[in-house]
């Protein structure tokens, strides 16, 4: 759930959150598939812009943005 950092602290999944530390804040984009950022644990489709590829051997950050090849 996202909304802007001045309402955080009414919702209940911001116990526990230091909303004060903007360090900590994950910018987002308007879509996933329009989105630019990569290293995205919460990316639920793939980027229109990047080709979908699939290696079952590499674990990433999501299933859309695989992370790199161990060994290699």
Do not use: K, W
Not at 26 to 34: A, D, Y
Not at 35 to 44: D, I, M, S, T
């Amino acid at each position: 759930m996202g909304c802007a950092v001045e309402h955080a602290g009414a919702l209940v999944y911001a116990d526990q959150v230091d909303l004060d530390n903007r360090a900590a804040a994950i910018p987002i984009g308007s879509t996933c598939r329009l989105c630019l950022q990569e290293a995205c644990e919460q990316r639920v489709l793939p980027p229109l812009q990047h080709p979908l590829r699939i290696d079952a051997n590499v674990r990433g950050h999501s299933f859309y943005n695989p992370g790199r090849r161990r060994g290699g």
